[in-house]
C-alpha cells in the first residue's frame, strides 16, 4: 500500500524559499506522478503542480515562476520549492498521487503539513 | 473561465438527501474531462468519494453518488449521517489552464 508522508520547516520567513519532502513508501517514486496540493486555512484545495520521474511537470500558472518540483529516487521522495514566500502561502501542503486504480483522481494523499510564512 | 463554482454551504436533517453542485465551462466539465469528488474532514486528508463522474472507490457506501450533464456536475448524498458532516470538493481537468481545478468547497451542516 502506498503511503505519504510530508515533512517541512513548519516556519518560514517572508521572501524565503519554501521546501518540503514528501517520502514515498510502498511504491517507487519512477511509478506514478507526484502531485502537490495545498489548503490555506478556512479556504479550499488549490493544485500547485505535479512531477513525473522523467522531468515532465505540469504548473499552476499563478505560482509558475516560483515553483520548482524534483524526485529523489535513490532516496524514494519527492520535494517541492517554493520561493519568494509570503503569507499567502501559509497553507497545510498535500502530497498526493493518482495511482490509476480509480482513474486520475487523487487516491493516496498525504497526512499533510502546516506552513506558516512569517514575517 | 477556468474554475468550478460550488455552493458554500448546504445542510439537511438526518435522514434526508443533499446534493452539492459543481458548475464548470466549456474547458473543464464541458469539454468531457471527468469529475471526482472528495471529503475532507477537519485536520485530515481529503478522502476519495467519487471518481470519474459515478463511480465509488471501494468501502465508500452507496449513499453517496455522483453525476455530470453538461459544464456541470452533482454529488448527491441520501441518508444523511451525522458523520457526513464535512466539506466537499469536487475536481476536475481543465483544458485551458492544463491543469487540475478544485471547486471552492461545500460545507455540508446536517441539522
Known amino acids: 500500500q502506498v503511503q505519504l508522508q510530508e515533512s517541512g520547516p513548519g516556519l518560514v520567513k517572508s521572501s524565503e524559499t519554501l521546501s518540503l519532502t514528501c517520502t514515498v513508501s510502498g511504491a517507487s517514486v519512477s511509478r506514478y506522478y507526484w502531485t502537490w496540493i495545498r489548503q490555506p486555512a478556512g479556504r479550499g484545495l488549490e493544485w500547485l503542480g505535479r512531477f513525473y520521474v522523467n522531468g515532465a511537470t505540469d504548473s499552476n500558472p499563478s505560482l509558475k515562476s516560483r515553483l520548482t518540483m524534483s524526485v529523489d529516487t535513490s532516496k524514494n521522495y519527492i520535494s517541492l520549492k517554493l520561493t519568494s514566500v509570503s503569507a499567502a502561502d501559509t497553507a497545510v501542503y498535500y502530497c498526493?498521487?493518482?495511482?490509476?486504480?480509480?482513474?486520475?483522481?487523487?487516491?493516496?494523499w498525504g497526512q499533510g503539513t502546516l506552513v506558516t510564512v512569517s514575517s | 473561465q477556468s474554475m468550478l463554482t460550488q455552493p458554500p454551504s448546504v445542510s439537511g436533517a438526518p435522514g434526508q438527501r443533499v446534493t452539492i453542485s459543481c458548475t464548470g465551462s466549456?474547458?473543464?466539465?464541458?469539454?468531457?474531462?471527468?469529475v471526482h469528488w472528495y471529503q475532507k474532514l477537519p485536520g485530515t486528508a481529503p478522502k476519495l468519494l467519487i471518481y470519474d463522474n459515478n463511480n465509488r472507490p471501494s468501502g465508500v457506501p452507496d449513499r453517496f453518488s455522483g453525476s455530470k450533464s453538461g459544464t456541470s456536475a452533482s454529488l448527491a448524498i441520501t441518508g444523511l449521517q451525522a458523520e457526513d458532516e464535512a466539506d466537499y470538493y469536487c475536481?476536475?481537468?481543465?483544458?485551458?489552464?492544463?491543469?487540475?481545478?478544485f471547486g471552492g468547497g461545500t460545507k455540508l451542516t446536517v441539522l
Open positions: 466549456s474547458s473543464n466539465i464541458g469539454a468531457g474531462y471527468n
Open positions: 475536481h476536475s481537468y481543465d483544458g485551458s489552464l492544463s491543469g487540475v481545478l
Open positions: 498526493a498521487t493518482y495511482t490509476g486504480s480509480h482513474s486520475d483522481a487523487f487516491d493516496i
